[in-house]
């Protein structure tokens, strides 16, 4: 679990450097496709079986373009001018709002605690926004589209939940990269082009690590996370990502740290505390 907690924080810096040198569309579809053949050639070659039916591949396939293609794509689009500390602190609230959509659509309860929570996580976000839109460090337009790479985030979790197969994680989850790859091909192709590509050795690193490091390893943990978790439990790691990824914000891209991020970060972190702390406490 800790470990998928940094990895998961310190995406969003890695792809920020990217995106320095690389249109957001163009690297994404680079990402799921390398990571998806990865992963299929890792499986042929390791002898891992073949267990997914037809129904299992086109709903793998589904899901990747919901929760990686949609998510990310929409994500990075933001990330161009917001930072990756206020897109970490966005996208960490992500247990919150699931909270909501689970007690409607997967029966989980909601509690006074998750009350609670979910009016301190979004407090905290929006005092948060309000300083950083005050202080010019971040644009309204790039919020606005994290907000909605969140939503897709939190889709993807509860499609998860509801319909996705109880085996054949390796293979099927690089079939989620290889439909999320191809779902991205068109736009990259479109309203991009590979002249803007700069190859620098940061853009290496960053796709070598987005490949590897997230697309693979931090994929894999998530939805064994989500498999054996409530789609609320399954979330509430989550609650140590702001703080996580501003401190990669801070180190990797040297980005500002104000106060009030500070004081934002903590009824953020213990409202997702809060949210997901009976689901916790039910799975040990």
């Known amino acids: 679990v800790g470990t998928f907690v940094v990895l998961w924080a310190s995406a969003f810096a890695v792809g920020k450097i990217a995106l320095a040198d690389c249109p957001p569309f163009l690297f994404l579809a680079a990402r799921f496709l390398a990571a998806g053949v990865l992963m299929i050639g890792l499986a042929a070659v390791t002898g891992i079986r073949w267990t997914l039916s037809k129904r299992d591949v086109f709903v793998f396939a589904v899901l990747g373009v919901a929760s990686q293609a949609t998510f990310l794509g929409i994500g990075f689009l933001g990330l161009k001018t917001v930072s990756s500390g206020m ?30 929570g979910l009016l301190l996580g979004l407090g905290g976000v929006a005092f948060i926004v309000k300083s950083r839109l005050t202080l010019g460090t971040d644009q309204l337009g790039g919020i606005l589209l994290i907000v909605l790479a ?6 993807g979790t509860i499609l998860f939940k509801l319909f996705a197969p109880r085996d054949g994680f390796w293979i099927g989850n690089g079939v989620q990269s290889l439909a999320s790859g191809a779902a991205l091909l068109p736009f990259a192709a479109g309203f991009e082009s590979v002249h803007d590509v700069v190859p620098t050795w940061s853009l290496i690193a960053a796709f070598a690590y987005s490949v590897v490091i997230v697309s693979v390893f931090a994929y894999i943990l998530w939805f064994r996370i989500l498999t054996v978790s409530g789609a609320t439990a399954a979330s509430s790691y989550h609650f140590l990502i702001p703080p996580l990824g501003m401190l990669f914000g801070w180190l990797l891209l040297g980005e500002h740290v104000d106060l009030a991020d500070m004081l934002g970060i903590v009824p953020v972190a213990l409202g997702i505390y809060l949210v997901t702390r009976p689901a916790l406490g039910n799975r040990s």
């Open 150 to 155: 969140l939503l897709a985030f939190v889709a």
């Open 87 to 116: 897109a970490a602190l966005i996208l960490s609230a992500n247990p919150i709002i699931a909270a909501v959509f689970a007690v409607f659509l997967l029966g989980e309860r909601m509690t006074w605690r998750k009350l609670l």
